[in-house]
């Protein structure tokens, strides 16, 4: 295995930990920084609105530059803002933190997975790119469970360092071992041939699903350490094993998805937000329920991620393989996340309560199934849309 892949995974793993690590933290953060708890939320919907800005934006102003030196600093951006959010003397700055993070997620993981199938031969191409994005998925698997134990035992600071820490080992990585040629300078012309994918209402009805299925899943994931807690009845040292459930839930879903959609996919992608439409409304009603809360949250997962493989795909393919769809689909995911967070962030100031989150998600996600149902419906041989 190229040692410059090794190095963007480890880039992978750092920016898992810095989009996720938060949702672990927020009672600490809103207690630290005397915010409500909705305040708290917005530092999750701020990330997620940065990182669908910089995907298109730096993704088209850095079209002309080499790859290696994009990543260089793509890398550099993360230790900054994970620095200025380890430091942060007041809710300001910390909010200055995690956007400063977040502008380099979408470009970094677009990018990076033309350079790491430039580090290998043309026949372990899609091998090479999955074990980049292992990074993400190790780091909701492990390293967020991780952080929000470190941030129980040491303070939630030190979860921030932690990743701080992590993102200079990437930056050693990308600077020593990924070649300074890995991949294919695009062409000036590039982002105006990429622009046309954008005319195809399949595209955009993708792109919508995505969002709104994001959004219902990440708007409830967002503010479960209070449902644990002030629901289900667990302690805060209880959220970081819950979280690693989630996690491998979410593992689960990926494999499944993935088959599932290669089998399938339009039925796949209508089964997997229909299911994650239940569990949350499930989850709602039974949430003081410590062990239908385990069992519910690992279904989040799994549900939650089914869909992802079968998405990126049919928006790219809808797309014609325009690597700026790619970074659009990172956008509307994000956009999405932010609606969520936002959404459920309000639920909870309105007074309805910590299982309010998941009755929002169940509702958003729900749209989501509406609008992948008129895509299918417009994809069919008669009545097919471009």
């Not at 892949?5 to 809103?30: N, R, W």
């Not at 644990?228 to 667990?234: A, D, L, P, R």
Request: proline share 3%; charged share 10%; glycine share 14%.
């Amino acid at each position: 295995m190229p040692r410059g892949l090794v190095a963007l995974a480890v880039g992978g793993f750092g920016i898992g930990l810095t989009e996720f690590l938060i949702a672990g933290l927020l009672p600490q953060v809103a207690s630290s920084f005397a915010v409500s708890e909705a305040a708290a939320g917005r530092l999750i919907s701020g990330y997620a609105l940065s990182v669908a800005v910089g995907a298109i934006a730096l993704t088209a102003a850095t079209a002309r530059l080499p790859r290696k030196q994009v990543l260089v600093g793509l890398v550099v951006l993360f230790v900054v803002g994970n620095l200025l959010s380890a430091i942060a003397p007041d809710y300001r700055l910390m909010m200055l933190g995690r956007i400063v993070a977040a502008l380099c997620h979408g470009s970094f993981f677009g990018i990076g997975s033309l350079v790491a199938r430039g580090l290998v031969a043309p026949e372990r191409k899609s091998r090479a790119v999955a074990v980049m994005f292992a990074g993400l998925t190790v780091a909701n698997v492990l390293g967020v469970p991780f952080g929000a134990l470190v941030g129980e035992r040491w303070g939630w600071r030190a979860a921030f360092w932690a990743v701080t820490a992590i993102g200079l080992v990437a930056l050693a990585g990308v600077v020593a071992f990924v070649p300074g040629r890995a991949g294919e300078t695009p062409r000036p012309t590039a982002l105006r041939a990429q622009a046309g994918a954008f005319r195809s209402a399949q595209v955009w009805l993708t792109l919508l699903a995505t969002a709104l299925g994001y959004g219902g899943m990440f708007g409830a994931f967002s503010y479960l350490a209070y449902t644990f807690t002030e629901v289900g009845g667990f302690s805060s040292a209880d959220v970081s094993w819950l979280l690693m459930v989630y996690g491998v839930g979410l593992v689960v879903g990926n494999l499944v998805g993935g088959r599932a959609a290669d089998h399938d996919r339009d039925r796949a992608l209508l089964l997997a937000p229909a299911g994650l439409t239940v569990t949350l409304a499930l989850f709602g009603l039974l949430a003081a329920d410590a062990l239908a809360s385990v069992v519910l949250v690992f279904l989040m997962g799994v549900f939650g991620f089914a869909g992802v493989p079968g998405l990126i795909t049919r928006v790219t393919d809808y797309a014609q393989g325009a690597a700026l769809a790619a970074s659009a689909n990172v956008s509307a995911s994000n956009l999405g996340n932010a609606l969520g967070a936002w959404a459920g962030g309000l639920a909870i100031t309105a007074g309805f309560g910590y299982t309010a989150p998941l009755y929002v998600g169940a509702g958003i996600v729900l749209a989501s199934v509406a609008v992948m149902g008129v895509a299918v419906h417009l994809a069919r041989p008669t009545g097919r849309v471009r």
